[in-house]
């Protein structure tokens, strides 16, 4: 949730912009309760706010919120996009349910074409995901195509220009096949004729890949204290349910994975391993 200025003709005011960046391949149908909660909490912080704020006050009131969804799936959504649509019996309650509905944009609704061809740099960066599923020189070939649009941003929007492309390589770095990341680092060398400019995709380049070996670092790190727990855990307790299993694949905290292992032999069940925070 980010706050931006909204020029009106009564002058400048304030508006919450919550932006909902969906990546994943399968729609979620928590989406439009998801959005709702965030807009609530904001809301009730503003009211709190304006509870203790000294004397004298403004008249209250709510900001509006602008709720978009960015889904960048291969599909188009095909879950929930309302509040109503979320809702149980009895349907004579439902008009007591605020009229929620986030605003969705999809990518599987645009072409590559349309997106490239567009006047939105963001969008044309955007088009790069089209390629996902495409041979390597069909991937690289949009890639060309994308960099021609964006590459004049480097004299007139620096921070933009750098942000498309972290976007681009970062995709390109963790979403192609690993055996292509030498091929993609050298045709983002080739695109770039100024030498100045490639020195900076080089260094873009070299940072988003030493993040996904430090990432990769960190899940074997992970996996290799959790396959420790359940080899101890299971010769104490016996193996855990399936639902303690799926508990168990969800850890992401490794200092509370830590205490878990250290404390693993003073308790007496896995829902006793699972109280340990």
């Known amino acids: ?15 919450l912009v919550c932006v909902l960046l969906e990546h994943q391949t399968k729609s979620d149908w928590q989406v439009p309760l998801k959005t709702f909660t965030y807009a609530a909490l904001y809301w009730e912080w503003q009211w709190q ?71 939105e740099s963001f969008l044309q960066a955007m088009a790069i995901f089209k390629s996902e599923d495409s041979e390597l020189e069909e991937a690289q070939q949009l890639l060309r195509r994308i960099f021609q649009k964006i590459d004049p941003l480097h004299d007139t929007g620096r921070v933009q220009w750098r942000d498309l492309l972290k976007l681009i390589l970062g995709w390109a770095q963790n979403r192609r096949p690993n055996v292509e990341r030498q091929s993609w680092s050298e045709l983002s060398d080739r695109l770039e004729t100024s030498a100045d400019n490639q020195r900076e995709m080089q260094a873009m380049a070299i940072t988003i890949a030493q993040s996904l070996q430090q990432e990769a ?16 855990g299971g010769k104490r ?41």
């Open 217 to 232: 670092r960190q899940e074997a790190f992970l996996e290799a204290k959790l396959s420790i727990l359940r080899r101890q």
């Open 1 to 15: 949730m980010v706050e931006i200025p909204y020029r009106t003709g009564e002058g400048e005011r304030w508006a």
């Open 49 to 119: 706010t304006w509870e203790t704020a000294s004397t004298p006050k403004d008249e209250f009131s709510l900001t509006p919120i602008l709720p978009i969804v960015l889904h960048t799936g291969t599909r188009p959504w095909g879950s929930a996009k309302t509040l109503h649509e979320l809702l149980g019996p009895p349907e004579a309650f439902h008009a007591f349910t605020p009229n929620w509905q986030p605003i969705f944009w999809e990518l599987a609704k645009h072409s590559a074409d349309e997106l490239v061809n567009g006047p």
């Open 237 to 277: 307790f016996g193996p855990p349910s399936e639902q303690q299993a799926a508990e168990l694949n969800a850890l992401i905290d490794i200092d509370r994975l830590d205490r878990m292992l250290d404390q693993v032999n003073e308790v007496h069940s896995w829902a006793d391993v699972f109280t340990i925070k």
